[in-house]
């Protein structure tokens, strides 16, 4: 019984200071980076921006960008795929599937490998771009053709969801930035 009071002492006092009030904020340094608590509300992994707090008192940003996340996301969905081919084949011997995530995991691999480099980050977005529109035209056409909602519907969401993020991810990386003139002038 002691463990298991101690088991929970520890993990209430890793939580982070949750107030109703909105103009407290509180700060607690974890293992992953920064905790806040705003308003109630838990944040964590998020800075408070310099920027918005002489402004508008206390504003949070996010400083991840998609740049930083293709590579993983990339590395993800090559594994999904690859492990769907895999398991269509085994199930019912479907070279078809065999081949399509064969396919889709070597040119999510080469996608991973170039959006770790910038200098290669625009193509490797490409690449992504490229390979779930592939996929996500293949699962259309299969939901169509089998009017079967398992497996063509899932996978042609998550192919859909794939191409949106490397829209945004190709656009971000590629477009230059556009700069802004500073609507509240500070006094």
Same mark, same amino acid.
């Given at each position: 019984m002691?463990?298991?009071?101690?088991?929970?002492? #520890?993990?209430?006092?890793?939580?982070?200071l !949750?107030l +109703? @009030?909105?103009? %407290?904020?509180?700060? &607690?340094?974890?293992?992953?980076?920064? *905790?806040?608590?705003y308003?109630?509300?838990?944040?964590?992994?998020?800075?408070l *921006?310099?920027?918005?707090?002489s402004? &508008?008192?206390?504003?949070?940003?996010?400083?991840?960008e998609l740049?930083?996340?293709?590579?993983?996301?990339?590395? =993800?969905?090559?594994?999904?795929?690859?492990?769907g081919?895999?398991? #269509?084949?085994?199930? *019912?011997?479907?070279?078809g599937s065999l081949f399509g995530?064969?396919?889709?995991? %070597?040119?999510?691999?080469?996608?991973?490998?170039l !959006?770790?480099? +910038?200098?290669? &980050?625009?193509?490797?977005?490409?690449?992504?771009?490229?390979?779930?529109f592939?996929f996500?035209?293949?699962?259309?056409?299969?939901l169509?053709?089998t009017?079967?909602p398992?497996? #063509?519907?899932?996978l042609l969401l998550?192919?859909?969801g794939?191409l =949106?993020f490397?829209?945004? #991810?190709?656009?971000?990386?590629?477009l230059?930035? @556009?700069p802004?003139a500073?609507?509240? +002038?500070? +006094?």
């Open positions: 002691s463990s298991l009071t101690n088991t929970f002492g #520890a993990a209430m006092s890793s939580l982070a !949750t +109703p @009030i909105t103009s %407290v904020v509180s700060v &607690r340094n974890t293992k992953l980076g920064r *905790s806040f608590s308003g109630g509300r838990n944040w964590s992994g998020l800075t *921006s310099e920027k918005s707090k402004r &508008r008192g206390y504003g949070l940003c996010c400083k991840a740049s930083e996340l293709a590579p993983a996301v990339s590395a =993800t969905y090559g594994a999904l795929l690859l492990g081919g895999l398991f #269509a084949y085994s199930k *019912s011997g479907s070279k995530g064969l396919t889709g995991s %070597v040119l999510m691999a080469s996608a991973y490998f !959006t770790k480099s +910038p200098e290669t &980050r625009v193509l490797g977005d490409t690449v992504g771009l490229g390979a779930a592939l996500s035209s293949v699962f259309g056409y299969r169509v053709s009017q079967k398992v497996p #063509a519907g899932p998550l192919s859909v794939m =949106t490397f829209v945004m #991810a190709y656009m971000h990386d590629s230059p930035a @556009i802004v500073d609507p509240l +002038p500070l +006094p």
